[in-house]
């Protein structure tokens, strides 16, 4: 074998990812909130970038005439990266086409928007409300270790993680000691805290309703299987007792609360920003883009003039770095005006194909998947993915992610097919109006779905039902006494 050195001539196409389109795909996929924080950094990174004032209002003009005229931004073309690259770019030219806001703003009469709650201060955790309670009965330095080690191994439920003999280990104490430390606590609020199962939780609250020689301590100790697949016959053969009494002591136990911590929970809701707002205003819908609280990005007018006179004013490093700083702006301020123009292109294609579920509900909703939209529009499914990502809009309807437009469909007997959402929400109406005593298996509801002209099969409606988070029928069924 001959080892040798050729040279050869190769022609190859390849997608060269630069810094510049990096940036505006990120931005593509941003929501409003996350792309206010891009742009906050930005502008702190950035001294050639600055929010315009807001416009004057129509009673607020000086001149006392209205305002009506409204820039549009300018038409974007594709940025190369030898346009990006050069030396000798036109800054004049770029300063006046692209010195209009970011954020392109309409003026439009006066809608209804969503109202918001308000927010609340940080509420009290669980450990803190138990540790309150622990310091208030006056423990002793060795009880307050141990309650301290008892409240650090509880999870968010206020169940008990650890072992008496870990507990011990952890708090440098005997056994016994942390027996007695627990009992105590075990009587705290809320009730049921520090538990080490579910059955022990329940015992503990039925103790502190003076319960605790009924008959309900025996079902909770020996029969939970047979409470939670309400086989309620098993439990009358079990203790000899009538049906009537095994189902007041489940109306008791059904009373009871099975994880204390959770009304300490610290998950806060989730406050949702609607990117796009569609209204109907008579027979057609409009699109309109949140702009709320969007910064309206301009070139300085202090780099603007200065680079207007051929950058006299800089030299040497200051001058390139000027430089830098306003390709970073510009396509910055490019970037922002295709993403809301590519939003709204969507949205509007959306609205195209989903008119009937904007004006009827959720029984009209449309089978679509990304590529109707992206062959709508002109655009790659992978772009009309990024738009959307992590978006909502506000609809006649109510708030929805824009991907919940895009659902698989369900065949019909006869007719067109029927999307896979609209299926969710009849098995969801079909189950609120079953009759609690005898509910609807999944194979009545097969029956019942074909008889509303929609083929579907039983494990695909269990496998909705299971999604809509609702238990099987024997476990729905509420079994009433004689």
Known sequence: MVLELRQQLRLTQQLVMTPQLQQAIKLLQLCRLELLDVIKEEMEDNPVLEDAPEEVSAEGNAGGEPVTDVPEPPPLEPV????????????????GEYNAPGSTHFEAEKRETPEYENFVAQRESLNEHLMWQLLLAGPSRKEERIGSAIIGNLNKDGYLQATVDEIATLSEADTSEVESVLS?????????????????CLLIQLKQLGLQD???????????????????KAICRALSISLGDVISAVEIITRLEPKPGRQFSEEEPQYISPDVFVYKVGDDFVIVLNEDGMPKLRISSFYKEALSNKGEEFAGH??????????????????????????Y????????????????????????????????????????????????VHTPQGIFELKFFFNSSINRLYGDAIASASVKEKIRQIIES?????????????????ASNIDIARRTVAKYREML??????KRKIIRGG
């Open 469 to 474: 988070g609702v238990l099987s029928s024997n």
């Open 318 to 343: 200051t001058k390139e770095y000027i430089k830098n700083k306003l390709r970073s702006a510009v396509w910055l301020i490019r970037s922002i005006h295709q993403r809301q123009r590519t939003i």
């Open 80 to 95: 190369t990266v030898e346009e990006t690259a050069r030396e000798d770019i036109d800054w004049s030219n770029y300063l």
């Open 214 to 232: 009924s008959i309900i301590v025996q079902i909770i100790q020996n029969h939970l299987k047979h409470l939670e697949n309400k086989n309620y």
């Open 345 to 392: 292109k969507v949205v509007e294609s959306i609205v195209r194909f989903q008119g009937d579920f904007l004006e009827e509900g959720f029984a009209h909703l449309k089978p679509m998947v990304l590529r109707d939209v992206a062959g709508d529009i002109g655009m790659h499914e992978s772009t009309v993915s990024r738009v959307t990502t992590n978006k909502y």
């Open 184 to 200: 105590k606590m075990q009587s705290f609020d809320p009730l049921g805290v520090c538990a080490r199962d579910l059955s022990e």
């Open 434 to 450: 079953e009759d609690p005593t005898k509910p609807f298996s999944d194979k009545k509801m097969v029956g019942i779905l074909k």
